[in-house]
């Protein structure tokens, strides 16, 4: 019974407010450099870090140097960006996701 209240109020939400529900979740778009020569840098750990939704689910970079997050809550409190070559934190930006798409500009590493 429980289960269905909850279902019964998500539904009535995304009734209710459908330009909140539908505008807010956001992507995070972009990409990883070699400070040096500025080539990619693949296979680096990439996170998203908030002091209330905690941390995203990490993702790496390609081949190119590109990551990318979907469904990220937008929030006005800032998120940070961490990099990561394996366990050491090479890199950390406040980043604030406001709109529905954020590309990032060239992260030089």
């Not at 505008?23 to 680096?44: E, F, H, Y």
């Not at 140097?65 to 961490?82: K, T, V």
Request: glycine content about 6%.
């Amino acid at each position: 019974m429980p289960l269905f209240r909850v279902f019964v109020l998500c539904l009535v939400w995304v009734v209710a407010f459908p330009s909140i529900a539908a505008n807010s979740q956001a992507k995070v778009i972009g990409q990883l450099l070699t400070k040096s020569d500025s080539k990619p840098a693949p296979g680096l750990t990439v996170s998203l870090v908030h002091p209330q939704f905690g941390r995203s689910v990490p993702t790496s970079s390609d081949e190119y140097g590109r990551f990318s997050f979907f469904g990220i809550p937008m929030d006005r409190d800032p998120y940070y960006l961490e990099v990561y070559w394996g366990k050491n934190l090479v890199y950390r930006q406040s980043v604030f996701i406001s709109r529905d798409t954020v590309n990032m500009p060239p992260i030089y590493l």
